[in-house]
């Protein structure tokens, strides 16, 4: 396997109060831009499936499923952990995606709960 010398890293957040589908055009001119680049999406994706672990899918869920399955995006988090967590509920809405130019290099994913340490001397 060839190593890939570069790929673009985008964050994306869909934004609960608007309509998937304004995401999901705009996920899909940054997939026209970086065509055949390597590309590692890290999206709040403010949508519930199934198939990442939640025990629900709601409506943006499925319109995201079927958008990632149609423009051959996988989803590699792989872990039965919700990535949202508060005192009202959990859920599994943040994504790390890529695309098939970069998951052959995909060996693992890794989630941080503590991200900032503060260090006293």
């Given amino acids: 396997m060839e190593l890939i010398k570069e790929f673009?890293?985008?964050s994306l957040y869909f934004d609960i109060t608007e309509d998937i589908e304004i995401n999901i055009r705009k996920t899909d001119q940054i997939l026209n831009y970086f065509k055949g680049q390597g590309l590692l999406i890290a999206a709040d994706s403010n949508a519930r499936s199934k198939?990442?672990?939640d025990p629900i899918t709601n409506k943006r869920g499925k319109v995201l499923e079927d958008f990632f399955t149609i423009s051959?995006?996988?989803i590699v988090n792989v872990w039965s952990e919700p990535?949202?967590?508060t005192t009202r509920g959990s859920s599994y809405v943040d994504l790390t995606i890529v695309n098939?130019?970069?998951l052959r290099h995909v060996t693992g994913h890794v989630v941080y709960k503590k991200v900032l340490q503060i260090i006293k001397y």
Wanted: no cysteine.
């Fill in 8 to 10: 673009y890293g985008i």
């Fill in 51 to 53: 198939t990442r672990y």
């Fill in 72 to 74: 051959n995006l996988y």
């Fill in 83 to 85: 990535t949202f967590e």
């Fill in 100 to 102: 098939n130019q970069l």
